[in-house]
């Protein structure tokens, strides 16, 4: 199995910028997590998708981020505008069951840059 | 809030001394899990505990859950630089399910 794919891996943007993030799941996982690490706050949830339906966007900073997942095999993270204070290594995970209890596979994560 | 917390935070060691981090919830845990990521990469999955005073191995490593079930603990035995890395805990919320993250401990292994 491929696992969880992320892209791009690095990305390199400018204030005010539009940053999209693509992650594609583990084949049959029906949930889905964004997470944002940094060194300041370690791991945080931003959303969780359960059969393409968020179910929890509690986690999202404010409204200049947005997450789609339009099908199965595909989930997007946008920053629109992008700040400086967005820079931190953007991890995606699936689990292959529905809720938290169940372990989560990351993927190798995009680390987003702002200046 | 639940918080998740983990002691220590850094950790160094000789290769071949023996390690463990302490994971401790503010409620109590419908299950806890291990995480390891390495330097520069992504969480993976380790184990996963239920039951109350559940201990299990994998190799070097040993995963205890407390009686109560709101503490947990990794151990691992004669260290190897391939164990360097931050291992993380994590539980379910009691309030909303939610996947909490404890904020991890770093292990450096001096060869």
């Known amino acids: 199995d491929a696992g969880v794919i992320q892209s791009p891996r690095h990305e390199v943007t400018e204030m005010g910028q539009e940053v999209t993030l693509r992650c594609k799941p583990i084949?049959?996982?029906?949930?889905l997590f964004w997470y944002r690490q940094t060194m300041m706050r370690g791991l945080e949830l931003l959303i969780y998708?359960?059969?393409?339906?968020?179910?929890?966007d509690s986690g999202m900073p404010e409204d200049r981020f947005s997450a789609k997942m339009p099908n199965a095999s595909f989930s997007t993270l946008k920053i629109q505008p992008s700040e400086p204070r967005d820079s931190a290594v953007y991890f995606c995970?699936?689990?292959?069951?529905?809720?938290?209890?169940?372990?989560?596979?990351f993927g190798p994560g995009t680390r987003l840059t702002v200046t | 809030g639940q918080q998740v917390m983990q002691i220590p935070q850094y950790q160094h060691v000789q290769e071949g001394e023996d390690f463990t981090t302490y994971c401790n919830s503010s409620t109590t845990l419908s299950n806890i899990q291990w995480y390891k990521q390495r330097p520069g990469g992504h969480p993976v999955f380790l184990i996963q505990?239920?039951?109350?005073?559940e201990v299990k191995k994998q190799k070097r490593l040993t995963f205890q859950f407390g009686e109560a079930k709101k503490n947990s603990s990794l151990h691992i035995t004669a260290t190897q630089t391939t164990d360097v890395g931050t291992y993380f805990c994590a539980g379910p919320s009691s309030n909303t399910g939610k996947l909490i993250f404890g904020q991890g401990t770093t292990l450096q292994v001096k060869p």
């Open positions: 505990l239920v039951k109350s005073g």
């Open positions: 084949s049959g996982h029906n949930s």
């Open positions: 995970a699936s689990s292959p069951r529905t809720g938290w209890i169940y372990e989560q596979y």
């Open positions: 998708f359960n059969n393409n339906v968020p179910i929890d």
